[in-house]
């Protein structure tokens, strides 16, 4: 268990808590491998919505394309540069115990993923960090989205 992990209630789920400990460990990972420190935009709510709609008629793959497509190409965060890149995790964590505990695992499962892990380290400086639970599923969605 890790000191001052923070506990995760299952029945009081709080998301808020884990988009904030999610960050802060992709910060601590991103930095680890040299790349940029980076800002926190908050939660997106549009991103939040697509979850909640669609989690349980969609596999996971379908809402990250929706999520990429619909959401963040037609989105205010569009720049020159670029469109913003969003990844996706779930994770049924019944067996979790900490926020902590569930953030490193889903960091650890974008980093075993060529197509994720390619944005984790130095796509961009800016993220937002947007989790659903759903609690008649007990699975918790992780979205993180790259932006300039």
Same mark, same amino acid.
């Given at each position: 268990?890790? #000191? @001052?992990?923070? *506990? ?5 789920? &709080?998301?808020k808590t884990l988009?904030? !400990? ?44 929706? #999520? @990429?497509?619909? *959401? ?5 965060? &569009? ?5 913003? !890149?969003?990844i996706l995790d ?42 659903f639970f759903n ?14």
């Amino acid at each position: 268990m890790l #000191i @001052n992990a923070q *506990v995760i209630d299952w029945n009081n789920f &709080n998301e808020k808590t884990l988009n904030e !400990v999610t960050f802060r460990i992709l910060n601590e990972y991103t930095s680890l491998e040299g790349g940029y420190s980076l800002l926190y935009s908050g939660k997106l709510p549009e991103i939040y919505r697509c979850i909640k709609k669609n989690n349980e008629i969609l596999p996971m793959d379908s809402i990250s394309v929706k #999520i @990429n497509v619909e *959401v963040l190409v037609k989105s205010k965060y &569009n720049t020159p540069t670029g469109f913003p !890149v969003g990844i996706l995790d779930s994770i049924s964590g019944i067996d979790i115990q900490t926020f902590e505990e569930l953030a490193d695992r889903c960091i650890t499962d974008w980093i075993g993923s060529p197509s994720d892990a390619f944005f984790l380290v130095g796509w961009r400086k800016v993220v937002g960090v947007t989790s659903f639970f759903n609690k008649r599923t007990k699975t918790v969605y992780i979205s993180v989205v790259f932006k300039s």
